[in-house]
Nanobody, 118 residues
Framework: QVQLVESGGGLVQPGGSLRLSCAAS????????MGWYRQASGKQRELVAQ???????LYTDSVKGRFTISSDNAKSTVYLQMNSLKPEDTAVYYC????????????WGKGTLVTVSL
């Protein structure tokens, strides 16, 4: 069982920055594929960024060049640095963990709200 706890959300003005953190339980953090998803009101949840063993990085097109995913294996924590925030980035951001095979278990955090507004 992996527990994920997000933090760092809040209200920020357009053009501002936030850093989200997700602390994971368990001793095999370095083997997980970690991701950040977001869900805006009335929309489907979408993948924002993903890190596989800290080396393979994936970003959705709308955040490329603005968001950066990174991991600290010693702290079992994944971060999402969000710069140049836009109102359309407003959403609940969820941390996700996928454990390696053969089980491939999915785990989700409870989410943290990011609001980009004047």
């Amino acid at each position: 069982q992996v527990q994920l706890v997000e933090s760092g959300g809040g209200l920020v003005q357009p053009g501002g920055s936030l850093r989200l953190s997700c602390a994971a339980s368990g001793s095999d953090f370095s083997t997980y594929t970690m991701g950040w998803y977001r869900q805006a009101s009335g929309k489907q949840r979408e993948l924002v960024a993903q890190s596989s063993s800290g080396s393979s990085l994936l970003y959705t097109d709308s955040v490329k060049g603005r968001f950066t995913i990174s991991s600290d294996n010693a702290k079992s924590t994944v971060y999402l640095q969000m710069n140049s925030l836009k109102p359309e980035d407003t959403a609940v951001y969820y941390c996700h963990a996928l454990t390696p095979g053969p089980l491939y278990m999915n785990y989700w955090g409870k989410g943290t709200l990011v609001t980009v507004s004047l």
